[in-house]
Structure formats: C-alpha cells, structure tokens
C-alpha cells in the first residue's frame, strides 16, 4: 500500500534552517509528483509547492521562494523540503503528499511539526 | 491567487441529518476543484475529485456538485465518523485551499 514516511519533529531558532525527508513506498517513486502543504496551528492548509520525482522540476509558492527548496533522492524513493530563515510564522505541521491529475492530492504523509521558537 | 470562501464556518447536525457545504471561488476555476475531510492530529483525505468524482473507498453518501465558481458537497446522513473539517481545493490556478467547515454534533 502507498506509504509516505516523514521524519520527526523539529524545533529550530529563528534565522535557522530545517530539512524535512519523506520516504515513499508502494508505488512506483517517478511516476508522480510530491507535494508539500503546510497547517499552522488551528488553522488551514498552505500549499508550499511541487516536485516531480521525474525529472525533478519544481514550482514553489511565491511567497517562499527563495526560502524554500524542495528535492528527491530517486534511489531512496525520498522527498526532501528545506526551508530557510526560518521564523515564528512558519511554525506549522509540514505534509508531504502524493499529487495526482495536476493538483490534488491522494496520499499524505503523517505529518512533522516543526516550532521555531527562540 | 484565487481565493476560495466556504460557508458556513461551522455546521451543528445530528446523526443521520443531512450535511450541505458550501464552497466560492473568487474567479472560475471550472470543474477543477476537490473536497478533502480532516480530523484532528491526521492529515487530510481526499473525498471528491474535479468538482463530482468520488475519490477511491469514499462512500456513496459524500457527492459533490457545481462548476465555475460555486460548488456543493452534500453528506447525504451523517455517520458518527464524519464529524470532521471539511476543506475544498482547487487546482485551475495555483493549488489554494478553503478556510474549512467544521461539521460538528448538534
């Protein structure tokens, strides 16, 4: 069955960096797109952006860019998202999903908390 | 960026009523829209796919309906396990999410 595996919380201090791995299993890693979306406390669901674990083509939010970067290792069937200059704001739980037909999602990953907090 | 408004902020029904949400785009996004199910500390599910199309072990009960810019997922009877926050998604444009419906026990 479809697997995403994401690692564990974080808390990190502003201006700092985080790394968030998520490791597919039970289906063919290349054939889709991940994605990854994020949920700040008690609130709703941000689209952060998309890489195809084809040919590695990214498209990432406006508002992140230059801040994030989002990358796969296709012979460990995993995603990575960095983002930088981290700050209280994006304190959220970090899902990396499956993405199908262009931009939904059928398969999330558990989720990884990540705080920034000084 | 277009923007996605859902009403009400919160549904109080009973077991067995009938739930209707609501969803508007701020510019057409044609049929282009799905309907996730979220319950606390679990990530959310896919229910409804391109505005109408059950997504893959969802129950007949859940459908969806619309185009353009005003959509509808109807609970035909609510189940014990469908008090949840509803979200809806669209893809027309940049992927953007609704800000949620909260159905909850009456």
């Known amino acids: 069955q479809v697997q995403l595996v994401q690692s564990g919380a974080e808390v990190k201090k502003p201006g700092a960096s985080v790394k968030v791995s998520c490791k597919a299993s039970?289906?063919?890693?290349?054939?889709?797109?991940i994605s990854w979306v994020r949920q700040a406390p008690g609130q709703g669901l941000e689209w952060m952006g998309w890489?195809?674990?084809?040919?590695?083509?990214?498209n990432y939010a406006q508002k992140l860019q230059g801040r994030v970067t989002m990358t796969t290792d296709t012979s460990t069937s995993t995603a990575y998202m960095e983002l930088r200059s981290l700050r209280s704001d994006d304190t959220a739980v970090y899902y990396c999903?499956?993405?199908?037909?262009?931009?939904?999602?059928?398969?999330w990953g558990q989720g990884t908390l990540v705080t920034v907090s000084s | 960026e277009i923007v996605l408004t859902q009403s009400p902020a919160t549904l109080s029904l009973s077991p067995g009523e009938r739930a209707t949400l609501s969803c508007r785009a701020s510019q057409s996004v044609s049929s282009y829209l799905a309907w996730y199910q979220q319950k606390p500390g679990q990530a959310p599910r896919l229910l409804i796919y391109d505005a109408s199309n059950r997504a893959t072990g969802i129950p007949a009960r859940f459908s969806g309906s619309g185009s353009g810019t005003d959509f509808t997922l109807t609970i035909s009877s609510l189940e014990p396990e469908d008090f949840a926050v509803y979200y809806c998604?669209?893809?027309?444009?940049?992927?953007?999410f609704g800000p949620g419906t909260k159905v909850d026990i009456k």
């Open positions: 999903a499956r993405e199908i037909m262009g931009g939904y999602i059928d398969y």
């Open positions: 039970g289906y063919t890693f290349t054939s889709y797109g």
């Open positions: 890489i195809s674990a084809y040919n590695g083509n990214t």
């Open positions: 998604q669209q893809r027309s444009n940049w992927p953007t």
